[in-house]
Structure formats: C-alpha cells, structure tokens
C-alpha cells in the first residue's frame, strides 16, 4: 500500500505535536553510544527484499544485490528499531526506499529524521520541519555530540565532533552513493552552511534527587538550567490558586524550585508539555501561593531588582470537568543576575517583605511579561482541552512558540 507523501507529513506534524508529553531525559552519551548498532549492523539482503510485495516501478531499492549487507538501509519515511528492522527484512520487506515522498508499508529502514528521532530515542517520529519543536538552534562552536545540523524539508545530520584535520565527523542515513543508508563520515564545514545546528531539548538534562517540596525544594545553583519531571509523581500539591491569577485552578500537584538572588536581573522561564498535559509556571517571593510574582501558562519573563530567595513552581493545571492535566514538562530558567554561593543566604529580604510584588505593585519584580494570559495584562482565560485533531487546526503555531496552547476567552 502506498501512502500519500503530503499525508504522511501532516502525520509527522501532528506527531510531533504529540511528542513532549512523552519524552524522557538522555545523554549525549546515550545518544552517541546508540549510533554504532545501526552503522554497523550486520544482515542478509534476499532476494524477496529486492521485490517489494506493495512497490511498483518507481520503488527503488536502497540495496542492489543480494548478500551479507552492513548498516541500516535508507528508507524514507522510516524509523524502525534494529529488531524491528530484522524482523521486517526476515518477512520479506524491501530493503529501504531511496524515492523521495514515496512511503511504503512493505519497505524497512531509516530516514535521516527517523535515525536522529531513534537515536534521541524520541516516542514518535521526527520530521525534519518537526525537529526545531523538540530542539533549540545554538551556534557551531555550542555544538557536542547528540546536536544535529538541520535543514529543514531536506535532511538532518548527527554531529559526533571533529578528527584531527579539523572535518566534522558525522553519523547519517542518507541516500548518498556512499552510504544508501547509515553511515559514519567525515565531512567539511563548508558542506553544513546552509544548516542550523540544534541541540535536543531532553538531551543531558541533569535532574536533581531533590523531591521538590517546601521541605525539600530542587535546588537551582546556575543559570541556566534545565529540569525534567513528571507532575502525576509529584508529592508536593498545596498550591492551588495563586494571587496573579486567583480563577486559574492550579489544584493539581506542583514541583517547587529555589534560587537564591544575590543581585537583581532579568529572569526568563518557560514549561514546555505536550497534548494532554498542562503545566503552568508562577514566581513567588516566598512559599506562599498570595505571593505570587508572575505567572504564566507557558512562560515568564520579568526583572527581579531586589536580592532575596525565590521559587518557581511548574504547578498542574485543573480543567472545568475536575481533570488534572498531569505529565512530563521540561523547565527551562535563565537569570543574568548573580547567584549567592550554595548554603549562603543572599543579603536582602524576599518578594513578601517588599510590597505587592504583583502587576503594578511596587515590590522586587518589574517590568512584568508573562503569556497572553498572565499577570502581565491580569486577563485569565480557559484553556481547550479538546481531541487532539482539533489542535492540528493551530499547528502552525504551536510549532512555531514550540508548545503554545489555545485558549478561550
């Protein structure tokens, strides 16, 4: 059976809008280590795998002779795991699929995007449009094994790092002649300049054993940092309305951080989810949900001008019908102010003791920009939390803020 190329990249699209709610931390070493099974796995090509069941003439194979082969083959469209990939060359499927836009359900292999989403060990499959929702650009020289050089509607490439004359090495499923499929080269810098390079948003995120509760609250000792975790396995849940925007139910359980402000600066937070899920983000200036310094559904950004002990917390949204929209985010913070050395408390008093803190107040906050639907412009509104075809209608933009949500007014 074929499959329609522009419906297949609408289901990439809604896959990877689907994506976050299900991924899981990994390190660049995970990732890295993972590479070598499909460059150097060993099959035999037979004769049924020359002769798709399902292809026609415009099928072309990424294979050309029967016998002992080496590597995954390219197969648009694909992204199976090794075993499944034996398994599927063991029941007669084609040996990959070179043919741009031309998915075939007899075929097995892996495209470039499908090698990276495995490699990343993401839950769906990545496309390279897709890529840039789970990811962030960084520059050449930011680059470390696991990050990808992409081109988006083109190819994908896993960056390894470079050999002693200073090429990039690379591992690839690609329908070059050099590789028909999986392959590790090295390759010069002038070949990636139409490319970004982006790192994976889960790759080397460091979790702290912390529990994130007001006793024990997940300490945050750099800027800036990344953290993820999984709501329904929180143990803290006593915040449920908070002063910046006191109709939002927030009933569900919450994880807490603290920082410690030895100068004032700029603080920017973001929550990145997934469908199903619905993690906000708020500031407070003491463990005391009325005072809450800024809020927002899927980030913050405001200037703290006094020093002091704050916390952020990513707290679980409650909808009108009682549901709790529990599950994995990942919480990104940055601050360019200055932190107070671990166990030091930093000189001056926190968000409470210095007024209202809120949107207008005179306390250590100013300059307050949350979402569209935070304290910034005190409008609250309800989110939609319809079936998942009906968010495919604003894809466009949730792709492009990487995980907006829709709201009601």
Known sequence: MRTN?????????????????????????????????????????????????????????????????????????????????????????????????????????????????????????????????????????????????????????????????????????????????????????????????????????????????????IAIEAFPFQDTRNTAEAESDIFDFYSAAPDTDETGPEYIYVFHAATGGILSASVLDGVGVDIDIHLLGSLDADDCLARGDKDIYVEITDPGTYYLVADTYVGDSATEYTGVYLLTADFDGELAPPGEDPDGGIGGSGGAGGFGGAGPVTGLTGDDEGCGCRWVGRRQHGAPWAGLLGLGAALAWTRRRRRAP
């Open 5 to 217: 190329a522009h419906g297949l990249a609408l289901a990439a699209l809604a896959g990877a809008w689907l994506t976050s709610s299900s991924a899981s931390a990994i390190s660049r070493q995970e990732i890295v280590d993972g590479a070598p099974a499909f460059e150097e796995h060993s099959w035999v090509c037979g004769a049924d795998n020359l002769t798709a069941s399902c292809a026609d003439g415009s099928w072309q194979p990424a294979v050309t002779a029967t016998g002992p082969q080496v590597g995954l083959p390219y197969c648009w469209g694909g992204w199976v795991t090794i075993d499944q990939f034996d398994q599927q060359i063991a029941a007669g499927y084609g040996a990959g699929s070179m043919t741009a836009g031309l998915f075939l359900e007899c075929t097995t292999g892996v495209d470039c995007s499908g090698y990276v989403s495995q490699l990343w060990q993401h839950p769906v499959k990545l496309g390279t449009a897709t890529i840039p929702a789970v990811s962030y650009e960084i520059d050449t020289t930011e680059m470390q094994p696991g990050d990808v050089f992409n081109a988006a509607d083109s190819h994908v490439i896993m960056f390894l790092g470079t050999d002693d004359t200073g090429s990039v090495v690379v591992t690839e499923s690609t329908i070059a002649s050099a590789c028909r499929g999986v392959c590790r080269r090295a390759r010069p810098w002038s070949v990636f300049s139409s490319y970004t390079p982006r790192a994976y948003h889960y790759a080397d995120v460091d979790s702290s054993t912390a529990a994130g509760t007001t006793d024990d609250p």
